[in-house]
């Protein structure tokens, strides 16, 4: 069972920032694409696309809300993701779900939450006005 292990929710003000990260399992890490989701307040049957990885790293793709705010990024040594989240809107607020899964092509993003087939569990981010 490969677990995914979000942290760095919280609550923020607007304009503010947060950094989330999503450490996943050890050998096969560097084989996975990585996506970030989440689901707002009232919608819990919807998991937005915010940004996906490849597992190169070299390839980035963030939905259009969240684009120059919003940087992901990984560090392999470290089976870790990131999404940096700056200039932070009371719309961003939501449960961010960190997703992976194994791919072969070093350049795959997938942007469809029913492509992944690994979760965390979720961690919360408010931004107040």
Excluded at 19 to 38: D, I
Aim: hydrophobic fraction near 30%.
């Amino acid at each position: 069972q490969v677990r995914l292990v979000e942290s760095g929710g919280g609550l923020v003000q607007a304009g503010g920032s947060l950094r989330l990260s999503c450490e996943g399992p050890g050998r096969t890490f560097s084989s996975y694409a990585m996506g970030w989701f989440r689901q707002a307040p009232g919608k819990e049957k919807e998991q937005e696309f915010v940004a996906g990885i490849s597992w190169s790293g070299g390839y980035t793709h963030y939905v259009d809300s969240v684009k120059g705010r919003f940087t992901i990024s990984r560090d392999n040594a470290k089976n870790t993701m990131y999404l940096q989240m700056n200039s932070l809107k009371p719309e961003d607020t939501a449960v961010y779900y960190c997703a992976g899964v194994f791919t072969a092509r070093p350049d795959n993003i997938l942007v469809h939450s029913m492509d992944y087939e690994y979760w965390g569990q979720g961690t919360q981010v408010t931004v107040s006005s």
